[in-house]
């Protein structure tokens, strides 16, 4: 049982730890957090990387209107059932379907709308910066 | 097995336990501590690409992150490069390593590549600009950047590295999910032709 007790304390701060540092997540991992988090559901995290194995950036943000920006988009679950953004392939034909919830909303809650890595990120993070006049953010980092 | 082994096990079990805390503690106190640690922002490498449970935006307790793709796994066998995914993705559609889809529905469509090269002579010191239409062609349609990003026109586009940092222009994927700005030397590739200011032997 100390065992137990003892790798479960252990694996716990060794996970803090981790989750204490900078996030380190893929470079232009989308976290899309308009209404998750007022849903009670976890934020979406898109992967562009994995997608992009499989797609050409065409395929999305050309065919299915997908603006390149990041809270751009008014994505919801009525219009993806009904076909539209994520819809078009996760509907059970090209991709799995909607049931399978949290395999995109995934996200560690309250996490903004954002691109991560992006450059347009990485200034705001400096405080001497913040104080100064922002431009209008154009990838929908929260303010 | 009699109670004296269970009980060693046991034993062995919590000494081997302590002593990975202990290491990681360590390490973290080290790293904490050491103010001219090596690298001391910079992610080391081997954190790179790291899986989905890990990588911090990530819920670990939501079950789908169990089942979500490491992106380390799914770069083994692509081509390296130094920053954004650490993968070279051009390179990657040129080797033939990937053949994404250019349309949802239809596997076999190909795209319309235009081979056409672009080149834009900087103010500054850095090499010129060479805009290569084919490699982007290979993932977009025409429409994508042109009129709304990029002005269809010689002379008719300004472009600085500030607003491209800025999230504008080309700033719009490099920077975001293309490979970053701090790749340079990827897009100032071509050398001046002018030759810079001749200087005279009593210049000095």
Known sequence: MKAVLASTVAVGIVTIAGIEKDAEAEYGDVVMNQYSD??????????????????RCKACHGDLGFKFEAGGNDVNMVKIIDGQYCGACHNGDVAWSIENCDLCH????GTPTQVHHSTTQKPKARPVEQSMSQPESSDGVEE | MNIRTVRNTRVIAVVFTA???VLFAL?????ESDPNAFNRLLAPKTERNAPPATDGIHDPAAFGTSLLQSPRDAFAALPKSTA????NWSRALADGALNPRYNINDPTQQPIVFDLNIVREVKGSMPDVVYPH????????CANCHPAIFIPLKGANNISMASILLGEKCGVCHGKVAFPVSECRRCHSQTKTAPAVVRGENDD
Not at chain 1, 106 to 109: H, L, M, N, P, R
Not at chain 2, 27 to 31: D, S, T
């Open chain 1, 38 to 55: 007022d849903a009670g559901m976890r934020p979406v995290v898109f992967p562009h990387w994995f997608h992009r194995i499989r797609f």
């Open chain 1, 106 to 109: 995934s996200g560690v809650a």
């Open chain 2, 19 to 21: 002593a990975i805390f």
């Open chain 2, 27 to 31: 390490r973290w106190a080290v790293a």
């Open chain 2, 84 to 87: 954004g995914n650490f993968i």
């Open chain 2, 134 to 141: 084919k490699q982007h062609t290979e993932w977009l349609d």
